[in-house]
């Protein structure tokens, strides 16, 4: 059975980042890599059954009922955006696939408004028949309780939260099922899911913020120093005050409170905390806000580094009154099925880019609040410690 079945089973991110190439950068190019942080090991022949799987891809097309969903509740993306994606198709030839001692290797390469919509699907795609071929199956009792207990705390403690879990869900159904129970058992506590298909098909908010990877594009083409100001104006010359999230990590939050002027802290409705303490992250922040004599309280930090409901409930009690809290919460709600199942810790992030197709390719870098988060080569992260003055 076909693992993406529809254009939309994909994270809210995606499409804004892509629509934001295609306004801004729309010759630019870009190579994903795939990278899996506990080195797992594959069976042999996943790089053939994962091909096989990428390949259906290319027969999926935008359906008039998602077209309408789409205009309705993503009005951010313009009509020229849409007519785009009615007539997209994946392209399997922007791929490379290959094992090599049962470590999975993957490439997506081509323009960076189309090649960047392989990434979750990618994701999810591994992740669900990593645990079909290893013969794992959900405790289906264990993860409908554990979906409704967490749902029933996360509304008595008065938090509001997003589900985040596409990327590294066990499998479409656990995600369909959690969402359903979510929907059901925490009320409005629930403000929706960043999965795009999954609020279509449950009626919910679609919600989500915006990607390191366009801060790792603006960090190749525009210098490290310029990388957080340069991405945070192209995203106010498209969005216009839409979509209002920021990350902050991509270079360390330290760099990024330095690059956030009082300009940006009163458009930008939130911050995103995605690696580090967040509690010290709070404090940061809030002082930041001081600094740049903006009002905390008017504004609110979005939490999505590997959340727990506890984790969650510790962290709205220490924002208190100071400062909004709202989380997204992923793998621990769309992979917690059953206690001898340990959920992937895979991503795929942007690792080369040009500007155009006869130019040398740039690399790109994360950095990131802790040090395993890290990607891209040891003599640029090295460089780009000594710009940032982090060495």
Same mark, same amino acid.
């Not at 934001?20 to 069976?43: C, I, M």
């Not at 290959?98 to 990618?122: C, D, F, Q």
């Not at 590294?168 to 995600?175: A, L, M, N």
């Given at each position: 059975?076909?693992?993406?079945?529809?254009?939309?089973?994909?994270?809210?991110?995606?499409?804004?980042?892509?629509?934001?190439?295609?306004?801004?950068?729309?010759?630019?190019?870009?190579?994903?890599?795939?990278?899996?942080?506990?080195?797992?090991?594959?069976?042999?022949?996943?790089?053939?059954? @994962? #091909?096989?799987?990428?390949?259906?891809? /290319? $027969? %999926?097309?935008?359906?008039?009922?998602?077209? &309408?969903?789409?205009? !309705?509740?993503?009005?951010?993306?313009?009509?020229?955006?849409?007519?785009? @994606? #009615?007539?997209?198709?994946?392209?399997? /030839? $922007? %791929?490379?696939?290959?094992?090599?001692?049962? &470590?999975?290797?993957? !490439?997506?390469?081509?323009?960076?408004?189309?090649?960047?919509?392989?990434?979750?699907?990618?994701?999810?795609?591994?992740?669900?028949?990593?645990?079909?071929?290893?013969?794992?199956?959900?405790?289906?009792?264990?993860?409908?309780?554990?979906?409704?207990?967490?749902?029933?705390?996360?509304?008595?403690?008065?938090?509001?939260?997003?589900?985040?879990?596409?990327?590294?869900?066990?499998?479409?159904?656990?995600?369909?099922?959690?969402?359903?129970?979510?929907?059901?058992?925490?009320?409005?506590?629930?403000?929706?899911?960043?999965?795009?298909?999954?609020?279509?098909?449950?009626?919910?908010?679609?919600?989500?913020?915006?990607?390191?990877?366009?801060?790792?594009?603006?960090?190749?083409?525009?210098?490290?120093?310029?990388?957080?100001?340069?991405?945070?104006?192209?995203?106010?010359?498209?969005?216009?005050?839409?979509?209002?999230?920021?990350?902050?990590?991509?270079?360390?939050?330290?760099?990024?409170?330095?690059?956030?002027?009082?300009?940006?802290?009163?458009?930008?409705?939130?911050?995103?905390?995605?690696?580090?303490?967040?509690?010290?992250?709070?404090?940061?922040?809030?002082?930041?806000?001081?600094?740049?004599?903006?009002?905390?309280?008017?504004?609110?930090?979005?939490?999505?580094?590997?959340?727990?409901?506890?984790?969650?409930?510790?962290?709205?009690?220490?924002?208190?009154?100071?400062?909004?809290?709202?989380?997204?919460?992923?793998?621990?709600?769309?992979?917690?099925?059953?206690?001898?199942?340990?959920?992937?810790?895979?991503?795929?992030?942007?690792?080369?880019?040009?500007?155009?197709?006869?130019?040398?390719?740039?690399?790109?870098?994360?950095?990131?609040?802790?040090?395993?988060?890290?990607?891209?080569?040891?003599?640029?992260?090295?460089?780009?410690?000594?710009?940032?003055?982090?060495?």
């Amino acid at each position: 059975m076909q693992i993406i079945k529809s254009i939309l089973d994909t994270d809210l991110y995606k499409f804004t980042t892509s629509y934001a190439y295609s306004k801004l950068f729309p010759r630019a190019f870009g190579e994903f890599e795939f990278v899996d942080r506990s080195n797992d090991n594959y069976p042999e022949g996943f790089d053939k059954l @994962l #091909k096989d799987e990428l390949n259906k891809m /290319s $027969e %999926l097309s935008l359906t008039i009922d998602e077209e &309408k969903f789409v205009r !309705k509740n993503m009005p951010y993306l313009p009509p020229t955006y849409i007519d785009f @994606l #009615k007539g997209f198709r994946f392209d399997p /030839s $922007e %791929l490379e696939i290959w094992m090599n001692n049962g &470590k999975l290797h993957i !490439k997506a390469s081509g323009l960076l408004y189309r090649v960047t919509l392989w990434e979750t699907p990618i994701l999810a795609t591994v992740s669900e028949l990593f645990f079909r071929i290893t013969g794992k199956h959900p405790d289906k009792e264990y993860m409908e309780n554990a979906a409704i207990e967490k749902a029933v705390k996360m509304k008595e403690h008065g938090i509001t939260f997003s589900l985040f879990g596409m990327r590294r869900r066990f499998s479409f159904d656990v995600e369909d099922r959690v969402t359903e129970l979510l929907k059901k058992h925490a009320g409005e506590s629930l403000y929706g899911t960043s999965n795009v298909y999954m609020a279509y098909k449950h009626n919910l908010k679609v919600s989500g913020t915006h990607p390191h990877e366009w801060v790792q594009f603006h960090g190749s083409i525009y210098g490290y120093k310029m990388a957080n100001y340069m991405s945070m104006e192209d995203w106010i010359n498209v969005y216009d005050g839409d979509l209002g999230t920021v990350l902050t990590d991509t270079y360390t939050t330290d760099v990024f409170l330095r690059n956030f002027s009082k300009k940006h802290a009163s458009l930008f409705t939130s911050l995103r905390h995605d690696s580090g303490d967040p509690l010290v992250f709070v404090d940061k922040v809030i002082k930041r806000y001081e600094e740049l004599r903006v009002d905390s309280k008017l504004k609110y930090l979005v939490f999505s580094d590997s959340l727990n409901v506890d984790k969650v409930i510790q962290i709205k009690d220490y924002c208190g009154d100071r400062i909004g809290a709202t989380f997204g919460i992923g793998t621990n709600l769309t992979n917690d099925v059953g206690h001898n199942i340990k959920s992937m810790n895979i991503v795929m992030k942007l690792f080369r880019c040009k500007m155009t197709a006869k130019e040398e390719w740039q690399e790109c870098v994360k950095l990131s609040d802790v040090e395993g988060k890290h990607t891209g080569s040891e003599r640029e992260i090295a460089l780009v410690k000594e710009t940032l003055g982090l060495s």
